[in-house]
C-alpha cells in the first residue's frame, strides 16, 4: 500500500473525525435503529430504514478514515525549506487578471479549495511542484490554461 501524505493538522482532524464517529455518531445510530425496530413491521418502517441507511454511512466512512490514517505519512511543513513541495503555502498571482491567491499544498484527505487547502494531485498542485519564487507556471486545467506567477513560497 502507498503511504498517504498529509500535514499535521490534517491527520489530527481526521482522528477527530474518526473519534467523533465511534463515540458519538454510531452509538446515537444504534439507539436509532433499535427506537425504530420497537414500532414494528420493519417492511414499512421509513425510520428504520434510514437509520440502517445512516449506519451503512457511517461505518463506510469509518473505514475509509481507519485505512487513510494506517497509511499516513505525517510531513511537518515547519521543517522545510527551499521550492514548493508538499506543505507549502504559495501565493500566486494570475498573470492575466492579476488576482492574487494564497494556497497550502495538502494532501488529498484534507484538500478543501475553499479554504485554500490544494490537493497534492490537482493539476495546479502539479505544475507548481519544484518551482521557486519568481517562476511563471503554465497550469493545464480541465478548464482551460492559467499563467501564474509565483509571489512567495512559505513554510508554515
Same mark, same amino acid.
Given at each position: 500500500m502507498?503511504k498517504?501524505?498529509?500535514t499535521r493538522?490534517?491527520?489530527?482532524?481526521?482522528?477527530?473525525?474518526? #473519534?467523533?464517529?465511534?463515540?458519538? &455518531? @454510531?452509538?446515537?445510530?444504534?439507539?436509532?435503529?433499535? &427506537?425504530? @425496530?420497537?414500532?414494528?413491521?420493519?417492511?414499512?418502517?421509513a =425510520?428504520y430504514?434510514?437509520?440502517?441507511?445512516?449506519q451503512?454511512f457511517? &461505518?463506510?466512512?469509518?473505514?475509509?478514515?481507519?485505512?487513510?490514517?494506517?497509511?499516513?505519512?505525517?510531513?511537518?511543513?515547519? #521543517?522545510?525549506?527551499?521550492?514548493?513541495k508538499?506543505?507549502?503555502?504559495?501565493?500566486?498571482?494570475?498573470e492575466?487578471?492579476?488576482?492574487? #491567491?494564497?494556497?497550502?499544498?495538502?494532501? &488529498?484527505? =484534507?484538500?478543501n479549495?475553499?479554504?485554500?487547502?490544494?490537493?497534492?494531485?490537482?493539476?495546479?498542485? @502539479?505544475a507548481?511542484?519544484?518551482?521557486?519564487?519568481?517562476?511563471s507556471?503554465?497550469?493545464?486545467?480541465?478548464?482551460?490554461?492559467?499563467s501564474?506567477e509565483?509571489?512567495?513560497?512559505?513554510?508554515?
Amino acid at each position: 500500500m502507498e503511504k498517504i501524505p498529509m500535514t499535521r493538522k490534517g491527520h489530527l482532524a481526521l482522528e477527530t473525525e474518526l #473519534k467523533h464517529l465511534k463515540s458519538v &455518531e @454510531r452509538p446515537a445510530i444504534i439507539k436509532a435503529i433499535a &427506537e425504530a @425496530r420497537e414500532h414494528g413491521d420493519l417492511s414499512e418502517n421509513a =425510520e428504520y430504514h434510514s437509520a440502517k441507511e445512516k449506519q451503512s454511512f457511517i &461505518e463506510g466512512r469509518i473505514k475509509e478514515l481507519e485505512g487513510a490514517i494506517s497509511l499516513a505519512d505525517v510531513i511537518d511543513p515547519t #521543517k522545510m525549506k527551499g521550492g514548493i513541495k508538499f506543505g507549502a503555502t504559495v501565493t500566486l498571482v494570475d498573470e492575466d487578471t492579476d488576482e492574487e #491567491k494564497t494556497y497550502q499544498i495538502v494532501g &488529498e484527505y =484534507e484538500a478543501n479549495i475553499e479554504a485554500g487547502l490544494l490537493n497534492i494531485k490537482s493539476p495546479i498542485a @502539479r505544475a507548481l511542484i519544484g518551482k521557486e519564487e519568481g517562476d511563471s507556471v503554465e497550469v493545464h486545467t480541465p478548464g482551460g490554461g492559467k499563467s501564474y506567477e509565483v509571489l512567495k513560497i512559505a513554510f508554515i
